[in-house]
């Protein structure tokens, strides 16, 4: 991905938005996919001690907070104004993400993740997919939907 946006878009003194579009969307992946893992780790557990209740307290924290940011790389697609070209490698880009999320809100419903709705950490991972909901409907649908 990052080859189609650097190779039209190079500038000798600084890159382009759109080459830093894409290294910020494998950066946020790479971040994205071992908590996520761990997430669905956490998935095959019966009960939880009060160890593993605060260990997953804290990574539901983690997950809310990087399920917020991809909602804004995704968002800030509406501000970028990258050549037609990378528009492909753009998409290809809030996919990955996108897929990323997706991927987590089916998960977020099964095994004892199912039993934590009461707990603020579950809450706010809650609040944050429905951010990233948001942002992506306002790229990829549209504000009025006939």
């Excluded at 990052?2 to 938005?17: D, L, N, Q, S």
């Excluded at 761990?38 to 399920?67: F, I, N, P, R």
């Excluded at 004892?112 to 306002?138: E, T, W």
């Amino acid at each position: 991905m990052v080859a189609v946006c650097c190779a039209e878009h190079r500038c000798p003194a600084t890159p382009h938005p759109c080459v830093l579009f894409c290294l910020c969307s494998q950066f946020v992946c790479s971040l994205l996919d071992p908590l996520v893992e761990h997430y669905k780790q956490a998935t095959t557990l019966t009960a939880l001690d009060k160890t593993a209740k605060q260990q997953l307290s804290v990574l539901e924290g983690q997950l809310a907070w990087m399920v917020s940011i991809v909602g804004s790389v995704i968002r800030g697609r509406l501000s970028s104004s990258c050549a037609t070209g990378t528009a492909e490698s753009q998409e290809a880009s809030d996919g990955a993400l996108a897929a990323r999320a997706f991927g987590l809100l089916s998960m977020m419903d099964t095994g004892v993740h199912q039993q934590r709705y009461q707990d603020i950490s579950r809450q706010r991972l809650d609040m944050a997919m429905l951010g990233f909901f948001q942002n992506f409907r306002k790229v990829y649908i549209g504000e009025q939907v006939r």
